[in-house]
């Protein structure tokens, strides 16, 4: 079954309702909450390549064994024509190619993609290193939550384990809209606690980034 674009994921009412409680916990403090939903962290070629090739040398060693008694000249095309046939079919098969590809991988990715989009999108040059990136690997099924060192010097490591937990347990039941919501509502609460709105604040950041360029 073909996987939900970024772009597909959330209705235009949904994404206004994310939009809107990132708005209203913002209004109660200095702090900046961006979540942030992608098709996927990385393309992981490698996955393509050796599924395509294993699956591609057992094809045209059964059909030149079968056709051509073993033949090099019956192997090679076979295992050309299977390679791309099978490549293609990985690539258009995101339940397939999750499988040849190793958990620790995603995790590893899914956090890189975090830490580049903090700094691509600014949320590092807050005025008092406040923002919150709640990144969602559609992918990878993976969340990643993560904080500037002002907040993070403030709030107990576990905390954003437990807004994954929230997200992840909403992605699975088909309710991630109000997962999500219920997650920026919690940062706003953090973030309320310890860096209260100041009279000069302003939206520094997008309240929503879709970005759907990858390829899964």
């Not at 599924?51 to 019956?74: C, K, N, P, R, Y």
């Not at 807050?126 to 690997?137: E, V």
């Given at each position: 079954?073909k996987?939900?674009?970024?772009?597909?994921?959330f209705?235009?009412?949904?994404?206004?309702?994310?939009?809107?409680?990132?708005?209203?916990?913002?209004?109660?403090?200095?702090?900046?909450?961006?979540?942030?939903?992608?098709?996927?962290?990385?393309?992981?070629?490698?996955?393509?390549?050796?599924g395509?090739?294993?699956?591609?040398?057992?094809?045209?060693?059964?059909?030149?064994?079968?056709?051509?008694?073993?033949?090099?000249?019956?192997?090679?095309?076979?295992?050309?024509?299977?390679?791309?046939?099978?490549?293609?079919?990985?690539?258009?098969?995101?339940?397939?190619?999750?499988?040849?590809?190793?958990?620790?991988?995603f995790?590893?990715?899914?956090?890189?993609?975090?830490?580049?989009?903090?700094?691509?999108?600014?949320?590092?040059?807050?005025?008092?290193?406040?923002?919150?990136?709640?990144?969602?690997?559609?992918?990878?099924?993976?969340?990643?939550?993560?904080?500037?060192?002002?907040?993070?010097?403030?709030?107990p490591k576990?905390?954003?384990?437990?807004?994954?937990?929230t997200?992840?347990?909403?992605?699975?039941?088909?309710?991630?809209?109000?997962?999500?919501?219920?997650a920026?509502e919690?940062?706003?609460?953090?973030?309320?606690?310890?860096?209260?709105?100041?009279?000069?604040?302003?939206?520094?950041?997008p309240?929503?980034?879709?970005?759907?360029?990858?390829?899964?």
């Amino acid at each position: 079954m073909k996987m939900k674009s970024a772009s597909e994921f959330f209705s235009h009412e949904e994404q206004q309702k994310i939009e809107a409680a990132v708005r209203k916990a913002e209004t109660k403090t200095s702090g900046e909450i961006v979540p942030m939903l992608v098709n996927s962290s990385y393309e992981y070629p490698r996955a393509e390549l050796i599924g395509a090739g294993t699956l591609a040398l057992a094809v045209g060693l059964i059909f030149s064994w079968a056709v051509g008694g073993e033949s090099i000249w019956w192997f090679l095309p076979a295992f050309i024509v299977s390679f791309f046939v099978f490549q293609l079919l990985i690539r258009n098969l995101p339940d397939l190619k999750r499988k040849l590809i190793n958990p620790a991988e995603f995790d590893l990715e899914v956090k890189e993609k975090a830490l580049v989009s903090f700094v691509e999108q600014g949320l590092h040059e807050t005025r008092d290193k406040t923002g919150i990136l709640i990144l969602i690997s559609l992918f990878e099924h993976r969340v990643q939550v993560l904080a500037d060192s002002g907040i993070n010097a403030k709030v107990p490591k576990n905390t954003w384990n437990e807004l994954v937990d929230t997200i992840i347990h909403g992605l699975k039941t088909g309710d991630s809209c109000n997962a999500i919501c219920q997650a920026v509502e919690r940062c706003g609460e953090l973030l309320e606690t310890h860096f209260p709105r100041k009279d000069d604040d302003s939206d520094e950041l997008p309240n929503l980034i879709i970005e759907s360029e990858q390829n899964s």
